[in-house]
């Protein structure tokens, strides 16, 4: 019997392991609230946007400060860009640019 290969995770799904697996390090849990991606394209880039809602169980201030340089594996894309910022809420709120690589 022969089954059709699985479908390679997108760059959200991947993008958000990537956080879940960063903040673990920092000794946080993570679970995300929302996530939606927007296509993205400049004249010699083509990517996507991620906008992201996550409830974080522990206090994420170290992590926050330390998430612009952190190095987030996506397979099949560069993190050009990240912001994280606590919400109101007591949520945090992550704005993401992935790159596709050819």
């Known amino acids: 019997m022969r089954m059709a290969p699985l479908p390679r995770p997108d760059a959200g799904t991947l993008l958000a392991r990537a956080l879940v697996a ?36 522990g206090d994420p201030a170290a992590w926050l400060a330390a998430l612009p340089e952190a190095e987030l594996a996506v397979r099949g894309h560069l993190v050009a860009d990240i912001v994280a910022r606590r919400a109101p809420d007591g949520m945090v709120s992550v704005e993401a640019l992935t790159l596709h690589r050819h």
Not at 30 to 55: M, N, Q
């Open 22 to 57: 960063d903040a673990c390090r920092h000794g946080l849990l993570l679970d995300v609230r929302d996530w939606r991606v927007i296509p993205w394209a400049s004249v010699t880039f083509v990517g996507d946007r991620h906008i992201a809602t996550l409830k974080v169980a």
